[in-house]
T-cell receptor, first 116, second 111 residues
């Protein structure tokens, strides 16, 4: 079955702009988590959505937000972009609806955001 | 808070065995994951330990000691393709899907 997909794969924005990133989980997965990866800070948890509800949130400013739709697809939005927001944004899906163990998170290829 | 430590870099020879250690301090520990990440690619799941002991999966094994806050990933019969970053991550009882990652260990396998 198809893996986690993220669009776009690459994005260049300027400071002050906003950006929306999209993630489509593996079919049947209801949980989507977002992570930011930078060389300096590594992989950091942003938030998790399950059945359209935010269940957990990491230590990021309110400029970072997200949502999940009824088909489990998720978007994250970053407003008023700063240079430090340049990173690889990864989403991961889990919680399959049938029989497999639900603790494995399957990561998408990521969106590489560059803020200039 | 949570603190996870793992070596920054390791080097080993093809065919050898390498052990990557991870120590953690966290409240409400739930489980520990190991992920592999090749340069420019997404992390891929390797193992998940909740209980003390060794979990073996092919050439890879992972060990956990909850009382010591310690885990290791053991890679046997190293291959060139094993050159990658290995990430240790923990979850707490609040959510099994909120992963807190270590900074990763960059493993280089030499011929």
């Amino acid at each position: 079955k198809a893996g986690v997909t993220q669009t776009p794969r690459y994005l260049i924005k300027t400071r002050g702009q906003q950006v929306t990133l999209s993630c489509s989980p593996i079919s049947g997965h209801r949980s989507v988590s977002w992570y930011q990866q930078t060389p300096g800070q590594g992989l950091q948890f942003l938030f998790e959505y399950f059945s359209e509800t935010q269940r957990n949130k990491g230590n990021f400013p309110g400029r970072f937000s997200g949502r999940q739709f009824s088909n489990s697809r998720s978007e994250m939005n970053v407003s008023t972009l700063e240079l430090g927001d340049s990173a690889l944004y990864l989403c991961a899906s889990s919680s399959p609806s049938t029989g497999e163990s639900s603790y494995e998170q399957y990561f998408g290829p990521g969106t590489r955001l560059t803020v200039t | 808070g949570q603190n996870i430590d793992q070596p920054t870099e390791m080097t080993a020879t093809e065919g050898a065995i390498v052990q990557i250690n991870c120590t953690y301090q966290t409240s409400g520990f739930n489980g520990l994951f190991w992920y592999q990440q090749h340069a420019g690619e997404a992390p891929t799941f390797l193992s998940y330990n909740v209980l003390d002991g060794l979990e073996e999966k092919g050439r890879f094994s992972s060990f956990l000691s909850r009382s010591k806050g310690y885990s290791y990933l053991l890679l046997k019969e190293l291959q060139m393709k094993d050159s990658a970053s290995y990430l240790c991550a923990v979850t707490n009882s609040g959510s099994a899907r909120q992963l807190t990652f270590g900074s990763g260990t960059q493993l280089t396998v030499l011929p």
